[in-house]
């Protein structure tokens, strides 16, 4: 795991000076080695975060033996071992014990292939001396950032992070008022575009190749809708069991391959469990460490069950309590709105981050469950609402709708009923894909565009927010209701929210994250399960994930409730974010009506609205503006 940047100028030579300012904005992602390397036109940087053979002779820039072929690479490759082994058997010589070279040789024995032969998270760069070409690769689940920026059209730049590109004066840092206004709205961006009209993000299974010349050619490599497409067919739920047990028990196995310290971030929940039971049987009870995280707050606390799981399992537990008033808000939003990103888990992820670094470099985590075998309650509304849409026209559902919102009691309790209730019924007047998107919006469009000064507002539309979703839906449009909607959730949430928060919590604590839930191997199986493996006809949820682990947890797992990942936005808007709050109304820079901007504040100060999330969603874009 580590942080990489580059630029290839198509006019000249690079300068050590802007690359090195290019190294620095990446500086948190690698605090054991770092380096700038140049060729004439071209220019790779790296900061080491070393998990994987500890020695100087891994650190990059890495060059192969003929000195042809030069990589930047982030993330790790699980099965580095085995593909070592097949590519020594070709002739191979290695220099390293590290899965780095692997990458390097694996690309000079495959070629573009080498894609489909890793099982791991990766980001990477590999410059050909010979041709005077960039090949850069993202992992088909993006788990591993990377940006990109034309500078102009006199160069390329990339990073894995935005700082790291905006230390190159070529790039364009002017805001893109488009996606700002969809990150309001979604809480973060999605697709390629980001909120500098000069930074651009390389999609998730995506390669791409740059000239010397500045000819740029993009292709994905792999398409997940064919393993929706792809339906296995098995003889009984025990069948299905014992393949995903298997899965689980492998991912789980090759990510404890480390040369540092490492444990799990576990919960009450049932995906992390499931690591955790795949983590005991591969390394041991003795030998595995655990980390959770309390709240003073009931409802949000589940540490108790983490703890009863740890005790069973026979783990070293490690409980760490969050504290509001000792949190360092300031820090954990500007991490948030370096590129801005609303998921209100960050701020545990982080603190969780924070605390467990302090024991080990590398945990692995349950990440990926609820995408993969639909776990979120939005799966089940899409189920409600095909049931109860036929019962009324949809200008009476609009009319229901309309009255709820106005009459439903503000409830600052997580997802409260009156919450859910209004979700739901904001939906119930829209086609299937369009109520599915809407499910996760905080508040109405029209809500959002009456807080919008009216030269923002310009141009701003659902449908302009939609866009970025309804080709993923068009072409899954053949798939069944809840595979559709999965496949969205993939191709959006789950990558632009879920894994950039898992991501930057981590790295900005210089911790290494990894997902056995989203082995390669686990995404395909899961996508081709038949739906009632996943959601059942009684609408259980993670059906597979249930049947699998119930004779490997403890049986209180499945019957406690969970309570998810999340801190109380809602109530601390009237305190430890009151005066972010306060910041963000103050310095609208444009974006808002600051008067309707501070009554939409007082609504929710005064409990006449639930505007918790909405005003979490300005902070951050806040803290974005002022920074960039």
Known sequence: MCGIAGWLNFSGNTDLGILKSMNSGIAHRGPDADDVWQDGPIGLCHRRLAIIDLSPTNDQPLHDMSGRYTIVFNGEIYNYIELRAELEAKGAIFKTQGDTEVVLESYKQWGYECLNRFIGMFAFAIWDRAEKTLFLARDPIGKKPMFYSMLGGNGFAFASEPSGLLGNPEADRSRNESSMRKFLVLGYTTGTETVWR??????????????????????????????YENKRRFTSIEEASYEFNKILDDATKIRCRSDVPYGLFLSGGLDSNSVLASMVKAIGAGQTKTFSIGFQEAEYDESSLAAR????FGTHHTTFRLDPAALDLDKILSKMGQEPLADVSFIPTYMLSQETRKHVKMVLTGDGGDELFAGYPTYVANRMRRGANWALPDAAWKKIYTIADENLPAGQKRMSLSFKLRQFLRGMSLDEDRAHFSWRLTMADTAWQNLFSPEFAEGFSWEEVYADFAPHFEKAKHLSSLDRALYVDTKTWLVDSVMVKAD????????????????????????????????????VKKKMIRAAQKDRLP???????????????????????????????????????????????????NGRRENGLALFHTIILSKWMSGS
């Open 504 to 539: 930057r919590a981590t790295m900005a604590n210089s911790l290494e994250a990894r997902a056995p839930l989203l082995d390669i191997r686990m995404v395909d199986f899961a996508a081709s399960l038949p739906d009632h493996l996943k959601l059942d006809f009684m609408n």
């Open 309 to 312: 799981s740890a005790k069973h």
């Open 198 to 227: 000069g930074i651009s993000r390389l999609l998730p299974a995506h390669a791409m190749v740059v000239t010397a010349g500045g000819s740029v050619k993009t292709w994905c490599y792999k398409d997940l809708i064919k393993s």
């Open 555 to 605: 049986e209180f797992l499945f019957t406690e409730k969970k309570r998810g990942f999340s801190v109380p936005v809602s109530r601390w808007m009237g305190g430890s974010l009151a005066g972010f709050a306060r910041d963000a109304i103050a310095n609208s820079g444009g974006v808002f009506d600051s008067a309707k901007l501070e009554n939409f504040y007082q609504d929710h100060i």
